[in-house]
């Protein structure tokens, strides 16, 4: 388990509540907007940052975020620049766990283990790597736990009880529940559902469990963080900015403010609930 994801969780659990883990997707809708929202995440009360990095076939992602990563991969993004980010962000802040969340196929050509020793080296905590699956592991496994990076797992609504076990015994610093079938910001899971969903995952792992995809308002975060261990923002603050560029695509003077005070009203509906002892 890498040191700051598994602290930074340690550290809510003492404090008797979930963590508010909101994603942002590099470059979008370019590098210094996206880098403006990353260095106010922390202070807006994001306790861990999950960063997108653009591809051009992104599976698991709804139109929002494929929009986003469109802009992004215009701008310019790749992963040495994702990476340059996190690099450029960890001047200001050691603490705040950075999970990269995308696709294999960038860090194929990148180099596997090229890719997890500079990811390592610039800052970033675990990956969540979506097209590969426990079972080809070994694409990527071993160079990430030899450079400390934690590989964290989606688990479904549609993952069965037989394959639980595999995909949990796979998986590092935290769970990922998909609280949907589908893709991303596409609808939400009730709290009956999540409720009902959470026990199977926590009845396999001792590991935090954070859920995402369909969590958008601060009362569904709040709900999340408090029936799991952390809630994942992404689509609803994609949708914040993509709501504030111009005619050109270009960030509005208050843009990130906008974000950022989304972001506010998150983290203070997440810390406003306790978790049960």
Known sequence: MSSRISARFAALKAQGRGALIPFLEAYDPDPATSMAILRGFPGAGADLIEIGVPFTD????????????????????????????????????????????????PILSYGVERFCSDAAASGVDGLIVVD???????????????????????VAPTTGDERLPRVLSATTGFVYYVAITGITGTRSATAEALAAAIPRIRAHTNLPIAIGFGVRTPEQAAEAATIADGAVVASALIETLAANLDEHGRAKPDAVRKVLDQVRALAEAVRGVRKAA
Do not use: S
């Open 132 to 154: 590969v699956p426990p079972e080809e592991a070994d694409e990527i496994e071993p160079a990430a736990k030899a450079n400390g990076l934690d590989l964290i797992r989606l």
């Open 58 to 105: 992104p599976m698991a992602d709804g139109p929002t975020i494929q929009r986003a990563g469109q802009r992004g991969l215009r701008a310019g993004a790749t992963l040495a620049g994702t990476l340059a980010m996190v690099r450029d962000f960890r001047h200001e802040d050691d603490a705040t766990p950075v999970i990269l969340m995308g696709y294999y196929n």
